[in-house]
């Protein structure tokens, strides 16, 4: 046993020796960084995982839940500045359940449950009221705070008092709202329009423009009234117009720069745009016969009365009573024809109505400016465009920008002149490029002198590294040799009574019948 021992604290003491001093560092390095794996490990096992039990809790809610832990005798931690308990995962679900039957932690708030646990008939209107209101207060702030992007939220509500005379209208109600916003969150318009509906609906006669409501960092969140496009600021006007002059210069450039190049036509448009937005109900009454103008009959009713006979009404005056009379003398007597036709029809006309509404946005009036350059390259020289020419470019570009025009403006504008809101110009531009000076490069020359730099001192850099692999290279082989040397010499100072024990050694290990074939032979000889 002891022989075993020995040879393998020769080879260990063997292998060590031969290792040089970087392969040494490496094994030790390796050692202790596995220690210290294993020890991490065993620590991390063996250690109690904690949950958060309860999270957001106020100062009070906190400290009676640190009691309680401590009575109960469970481990627990507090973080986030005592707003965060955590206890044992193991005991983290039994803990929930029993704190919920206690009714702990207990906020101070009052709910709608408080009602079904204290009601009495000893209870007054106003403590019925202010315990309501408080109720109210705090549902919605639960509400609230179960939204995304809001940890909490604390309301106060004014509500409105009911009046003691019938004729008086009520008071509308008011409420003031701070939330605490999440790191980095931010509300769109959307989701404010949602919160002020949400507290609005909640809260009775409660209008949307008694809602206050902002964050802790004492930010408002307004309600935008968009109704009907009618509360637009000035600068969303004028990004509108912006927008529609820009679209109609994009294509009047496309075009006429396809036509002369892009380089050749300036374009500049100008609108007048109305914005406003106009609901009206039209009543219109039309004959069915609008050649005629006659409507379409639906009933008639025709009276036709004739007399003829003597006139018994006496004279006075010498005239008769009666204008129409027309006295005819026959025979001596005094005869009167009289007849009256009475006709009333009823016509139905076609009652029509309308109710419109008219969109904003409407272009009310359009100028287009465009500047054209009047030169043109002809080989290597560029000349003038003559008067003809021009002329003609002007007319072209008249017609294109008429249609434009005619297209755009609102259909109610009475009287377009396209040619008056046409301005054409010809000039030589001051900026136009210079077709024979050389381009610039695309690369600066700064960048080049840079490259360079960096260039060179990669090349230094691994001529070092090469020089240093060189210097390296003859130590290494030598100590190489030195330990061959060594090898070689230790083998020539073995004995060789030695090597032939060894032999022996090896022989009895592997062919332990030949050996003892060898051993006998030997006795025999003695």
């Given at each position: 046993m002891n022989e075993t021992i020995q040879q393998y604290r020769n080879r260990i003491t063997e292998f060590w020796q031969s290792r040089t001093n970087p392969q040494r560092s490496l094994i030790v390095g390796g050692a202790l960084g596995l220690i210290a794996l294993i020890v991490t490990i065993t620590v991390i096992a063996s250690s109690t995982k904690m949950v958060p039990l309860y999270s957001n809790l106020s100062l009070e809610e906190a400290g009676e839940l640190r009691q309680e832990l401590e009575d109960r005798g469970?481990?627990?931690?507090?973080?986030?500045?005592?707003?965060?308990?955590?206890?044992?995962?193991?005991?983290?679900?039994?803990?929930?359940?029993d704190f919920a039957a206690q009714g702990i932690p207990n906020s101070g708030n009052i709910d709608y449950t408080f009602f079904s646990e204290n009601v009495s008939w000893g209870m007054t209107d106003e403590e019925r009221q202010i315990i309501e209101l408080d109720a109210l207060q705090t549902e919605l702030s639960n509400l609230i705070s179960n939204i995304q992007g809001i940890s909490e939220a604390n309301v106060l509500i004014n509500q409105a008092r009911d009046t003691i005379f019938v004729g008086d209208e009520m008071n509308d109600s008011s409420a003031s709202i701070v939330v605490n916003t999440d790191y980095g969150y931010d509300f769109d318009q959307a989701q404010v329009k949602g919160l002020y509906h949400l507290v609005s609906k909640a809260v009775p006669n409660l209008p949307e423009e008694n809602i206050v409501i902002m964050n802790q960092h004492f930010e408002y969140y307004d309600l935008e009234n968009t109704n009907n496009g009618a509360n637009h600021t000035y600068a969303e006007h004028q990004q509108i117009r912006k927008d529609v002059e820009r679209d109609i210069q994009r294509r009047v450039q496309q075009m006429l720069g396809t036509m002369m190049g892009q380089d050749k036509v300036v374009v500049s448009v100008t609108t007048d745009i109305d914005f406003t937005q106009e609901n009206r109900i039209e009543e219109l009454v039309e004959p069915t016969d609008l050649d005629n103008m006659e409507g379409l009959p639906v009933s008639v009713d025709r009276v036709t009365e004739t007399y003829t006979g003597y006139d018994g009404s006496e004279l006075v005056d010498g005239e008769a009573d009666i204008d129409n009379l027309v006295g005819v003398i026959e025979d001596g007597e005094e005869v009167t024809d009289y007849e009256m036709v009475r006709e009333t029809i009823n016509n139905e006309f076609n009652r029509?109505?309308?109710?419109?509404?008219e969109s904003p946005y409407e272009i009310r009036d359009l100028g287009i400016q465009v500047a054209v350059d009047n030169t043109v390259e002809e080989g290597n020289e560029i000349v003038q465009l003559t008067e003809a020419e021009q002329v003609a470019v002007e007319e072209d570009i008249q017609s294109i920008l008429g249609s434009i025009i005619q297209t755009s403006v609102s259909s109610e504008v009475e009287t377009v002149e396209p040619m008056d809101k046409v301005s054409i110009v010809f000039q030589e531009f001051s900026g136009a490029p210079d077709f024979q000076s050389p381009t610039t490069p695309a690369i600066p020359t700064w960048l080049y002198v840079v490259g360079g730099i960096m260039l060179l001192v990669i090349i230094i850099l691994l001529i070092m590294v090469f020089k240093r692999k060189q210097e390296d290279a003859p130590t290494d082989l030598v100590e190489t040799v030195e330990e061959t040397e060594q090898d070689y010499s230790m083998e020539e100072v073995e004995s060789e009574s030695v090597i032939r024990r060894k032999q022996l050694e090896q022989m009895a290990k592997e062919k332990p019948e030949e050996f003892a074939k060898l051993l006998r032979s030997w006795i025999a000889d003695d």
């Open positions: 469970v481990s627990y931690e507090i973080e986030q500045g005592g707003s965060t308990i955590l206890v044992p995962e193991a005991q983290s679900d039994e803990l929930l359940v029509i109505q309308r109710e419109i509404v």
